[in-house]
């Protein structure tokens, strides 16, 4: 194994705090990931990470070098890409992250045109449905819904989702047709809510300046896009999600809007990935291609474009 690779190894397992994990990571045998460990500990002649029964960290030798070896691939990526043909395949591995629902809808159907076009690129497709560690886990994109709160990530915005409130024509025959805030103390709401830890908001609406919250208690909360669509189309209650993505419902009347005054602010959508240094080219590969893909799925061209899934944080 040479020295690329053992660095390789060490940031993963830096990053995961887990030797085990950067082991399924990486397709390798712990043992693999352990011997090469040593084997960069024994040539720098010092202790990289610090091991205990219960976890894993970087000594104080251990960080300073993690910073200068991340600075070390990027730069042998860069190099490479210099002498890459522009039409030749990618290779590696690419490790992208999205919701189940825009990717089972949107992606996934195209996936194959993207990876014909680099036979030699293997695909990680993450759809947690949760906020992912982007360094951490080792993601070279991820596509997010929301505000962004990492400042140490690199953002690409490509437009925002506008928002609607929505309920099944079950729902309103057996609960009424709320007409104010007010009356949505008589109502059920169904929350999105990843963590499942009570920090679902409550209902947000856009007053033309800033988003305002009520406090309206959830009948039903659920931590998955899918589930979010499926609990509205189930009658168990109102969501707020994106246009875009109930457009078809609404149209076909399975989804009827209310409240349409009360809609939240429109939800921004964006890739974001680790550095703007060196970013690797199979990563800017699949952002150019997704977002031909998401163009008009997007509401930047306004509440008229095509329907697309249902896209939560």
């Not at 693999?32 to 960069?40: D, G, I, N, P, Y």
């Not at 931590?223 to 457009?247: D, F, H, K, S």
Request: aromatic share 6%.
């Amino acid at each position: 194994m040479n020295e690329l690779d053992t660095i390789k190894i060490f940031l993963r397992v830096a990053e995961l705090e887990s030797f085990s994990g950067a082991a399924r990571q990486l397709g390798l045998p712990n043992a693999t990931v352990s011997a090469a460990v040593r084997q960069l500990e024994q040539l720098l002649g010092t202790r990289l990470l610090q091991r205990t029964t219960r976890r894993v960290q970087m000594t104080q030798e251990g960080q300073a070098f993690y910073a200068r070896s991340r600075e070390l691939l990027q730069d042998v990526e860069a190099l490479r890409a210099m002498f890459r043909g522009g039409g030749e395949a990618l290779t590696g591995r690419l490790r992208v992250d999205m919701s189940v629902s825009i990717a089972s809808k949107v992606i996934l159907p195209r996936l194959g045109e993207f990876m014909a076009r680099h036979p030699l690129l293997a695909v990680d497709l993450g759809t947690a449905d949760r906020r992912v560690d982007v360094i951490r886990e080792g993601y070279d994109v991820v596509l997010r819904a929301g505000a962004l709160r990492d400042s140490s990530l690199v953002a690409r915005p490509l437009g925002s989702y506008r928002l609607v409130n929505c309920a099944s024509p079950a729902y309103l025959a057996q609960y009424g047709t709320p007409q104010s805030l007010d009356d949505l103390a008589g109502h059920r709401v169904v929350h999105y809510d990843a963590q499942l830890d009570g920090s679902a908001p409550g209902w947000e609406w856009f007053d033309g300046q800033r988003t305002q919250v009520a406090a309206v208690g959830a009948a039903l909360t659920v931590n998955g896009t899918m589930a979010y669509e499926a609990a509205c189309l189930a009658g168990l209650g109102i969501v707020q999600a994106p246009q875009a993505g109930m457009r078809e419902h609404l149209r076909s009347g399975v989804l009827v809007e209310v409240l349409p005054a009360y809609r939240p602010a429109p939800m921004p959508v964006s890739f974001v990935y680790p550095t703007r240094r060196h970013v690797p080219a199979r990563a800017l590969a699949f952002m150019d291609w997704a977002e031909g893909l998401l163009a008009p799925w997007i509401a930047g061209g306004g509440e008229d474009a095509a329907a697309a899934p249902a896209l939560r944080p």
